[in-house]
C-alpha cells in the first residue's frame, strides 16, 4: 500500500512512524513532512519513507501529488486543511482518503455547529449560547455565573478558548471573537476517546487523557496540549462502551442522516461530572499530543485500519489491539510559548534522547544550515513506554532531560497524578 499524510507536526510524524510499522506499507510519503519525518528510516526491506514539498493550502497541489505518488490511499492530518475541504477533491479524484469532508470536518470548524449536531442526536453536552453581540455575551455570562466559559466559535488551534473566574477578562475574550460560544462550567476530570470511523461503523482506540495548561498542576494559559497518556488506570471499566454508545455512534450516525457521513477520526474531548460524561468538544482529526502516546501503544497493523475506514469497510475489521503497559508523551515547547515562540534555537541531545521505549516526534522543528533548529510553538514530543504509568514517565522525564534548548519549556506532571492515583471519577 501507497500512503500519503499531509501535514507537518508531531502528530503527522507519528502517523508515518505507525504506518511504516505496517509491513503492508511500500511507500509513506509526508507533505510537507519535517526533519524528524525526514530521518525516519523504513521498517522493512522495501518500503520507502519520503517527504515532498507541497503547500497544503494548494488543494490542486495535494491531488497532483497523490496522482503522481499512484497512492492508495491519503491521511490529512491537521484541522485546517480538512475544514478547508481538502478532501473533497481527493474523493473526486477518485483517491480514497481517511479526514472528512469539509462539511462533517465542522464539527471541529464550528463549534455552533457541534452544538445543533449533538442536541439532535441527544448527545449530552454542556449548555450553551451562541452570542454575536457584547451585550448578548454579557447576559449569557451573566446568566451562567463563574468560572466562566468562553469559546471563540472558528478555529483557534487550542487558544480560543478562556476559562476564568475574572467576569472582566471573560467579557474581554468575548468581545474578541466574531460569534463567541458561552458555556456552562464542567467539572471532573477530562477524557480524550478517538473513534475511527468510515461513516457508519465507530472503533474507538483507548482512551487517553491530555494537558490542556502551560504550567504544572493545571496553571497558566490553554496551548495546543503539554502532554499524554494512556491508558486511564483511573477509568470505568465500561466508560469506552457507556462514551461510544452516547456520543460517538449518535454523533456519527446523526453527520451520516444529514447527508455529510464524516470518514476519518472523530475526537471526543470529554469531561467526566458528577452527573455524567459530557461533551467539551469535537475535533475532526487524530489529537496532539494523544496521538504521540496512542500509535505506540497500538498493535493492529495502521496502513489498512486507516484504508478500511477511508473505504467503507470498517465493519469487516476485527477491534483494535494494544500493547500491554502505558505510554506517556511530554512536550517540550520553546521559549515564549504560546505568547510568542521564539524560532531558531539550536536543537541539542536527540540522539541520547532515543532508545528502544523513548521516541522524539518533531512538531516545530526545521533544518537551518544543517543544524535543527526551533521552528513552532511545540517543538517536540517525547513519547516512552513502559510496564505501567511509572516507568512510561520516568523514561519519558529521562529523554526530556537529555534535550538542550535554550529557554524551552515542559511540564514536569504529565501523568503524575494517575500514576499516584489522585483521579477520581
Ligand atoms: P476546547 O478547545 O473546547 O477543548 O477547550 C480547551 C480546554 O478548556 C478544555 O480541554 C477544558 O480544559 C477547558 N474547557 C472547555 N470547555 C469547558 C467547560 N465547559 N467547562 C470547563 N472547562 C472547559
Ligand atoms: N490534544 C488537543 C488537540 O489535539 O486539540
Do not use: F, H, I, Q
Given at each position: 500500500m501507497k500512503v500519503l499524510v499531509v501535514g507537518s507536526g508531531g502528530r503527522e510524524h507519528a502517523l508515518v512512524w505507525g504506518l511504516s510499522?505496517?509491513?503492508?506499507?511500500e511507500l509513506v510519503v509526508a507533505a510537507p513532512g519535517n526533519p524528524g519525518i525526514a530521518a525516519l528510516r523504513p521498517a522493512y526491506d522495501g518500503q520507502t519513507v519520503a517527504c515532498r514539498a507541497v503547500d497544503v493550502a494548494d488543494h490542486d497541489a495535494v491531488v497532483a501529488l497523490a496522482r503522481e505518488l499512484e497512492v492508495d490511499l491519503v491521511v490529512v492530518g491537521p484541522e485546517a486543511p480538512l475544514v478547508a475541504g481538502l478532501a473533497d477533491p481527493l474523493r473526486e479524484a477518485g483517491i480514497a482518503v481517511f479526514g472528512p469532508s469539509r462539511e462533517a470536518a465542522q464539527i471541529e470548524g464550528s463549534k455552533a455547529f457541534a452544538k445543533d449536531v449533538m442536541a439532535t442526536a441527544s448527545v449530552p453536552t454542556g449548555r450553551a449560547y451562541v452570542c454575536t453581540t457584547a451585550d448578548e455575551a454579557a447576559e449569557a455570562i451573566d446568566a451562567f455565573g463563574p468560572p466562566y466559559v468562553v469559546k471563540d466559535d472558528g478555529l483557534a488551534a487550542g487558544k480560543g478558548v478562556v476559562v476564568t473566574a475574572d467576569r472582566e477578562e471573560a467579557l474581554q475574550h468575548a468581545a474578541q471573537c466574531e460569534q463567541v460560544l458561552i458555556e456552562e462550567f464542567l467539572d471532573g476530570p477530562e477524557v480524550s476517546l478517538f473513534a475511527i470511523t468510515d461513516g457508519t461503523t465507530v472503533l474507538p482506540m483507548q482512551p487517553a487523557q491530555d494537558f490542556?495548561?502551560?504550567?504544572?498542576?493545571?496553571?497558566?494559559p490553554n496551548t495546543g496540549g503539554m502532554g499524554a497518556y494512556t491508558?486511564?488506570?483511573?477509568?470505568?471499566?465500561d466508560l469506552v462502551a457507556e462514551i461510544t454508545e452516547k456520543v460517538l455512534q449518535p454523533t456519527v450516525d446523526e453527520l451520516r442522516h444529514r447527508g455529510t457521513p464524516f470518514v476519518g477520526l472523530l475526537y471526543a474531548g470529554l469531561a467526566l461530572t458528577s452527573r455524567g460524561v459530557r461533551v467539551i468538544e469535537f475535533n475532526c482529526r487524530f489529537g496532539d499530543p494523544e496521538t504521540q502516546a496512542l500509535l505506540p501503544m497500538l498493535k493492529t497493523p495502521l496502513g489498512g485500519l486507516l484504508y478500511a475506514a477511508a473505504t467503507g469497510k470498517l465493519a469487516d475489521h476485527g477491534e483494535l489491539s494494544w500493547r500491554n503497559g502505558s505510554a506517556v508523551t511530554v512536550v517540550v515547547a520553546a521559549k515564549k510559548y504560546p505568547a510568542s515562540p521564539r524560532k531558531g534555537d539550536v536543537i541539542a541531545g536527540l540522539d541520547q534522547a532515543e532508545n528502544d521505549h523513548v521516541r522524539v516526534f518533531h512538531a516545530g522543528t526545521a533544518l537551518e544550515n544543517d543544524e535543527l533548529v526551533t521552528a513552532g510553538g511545540r517543538v517536540l514530543a517525547v513519547s516512552a513506554v513502559g510496564k505501567d504509568l511509572a516507568e512510561a514517565r520516568q523514561r519519558a522525564y529521562a529523554a526530556v532531560s537529555q534535550i538542550r534548548i535554550k529557554g524551552s519549556q515542559h511540564r514536569t506532571d504529565i501523568a503524575l497524578k494517575a500514576e499516584r492515583g489522585e483521579i477520581t471519577v
Open positions: 510499522r505496517d509491513s503492508e506499507v490542556k495548561r502551560l504550567a504544572d498542576n493545571d496553571e497558566g491508558p486511564l488506570p483511573w477509568a470505568p471499566d
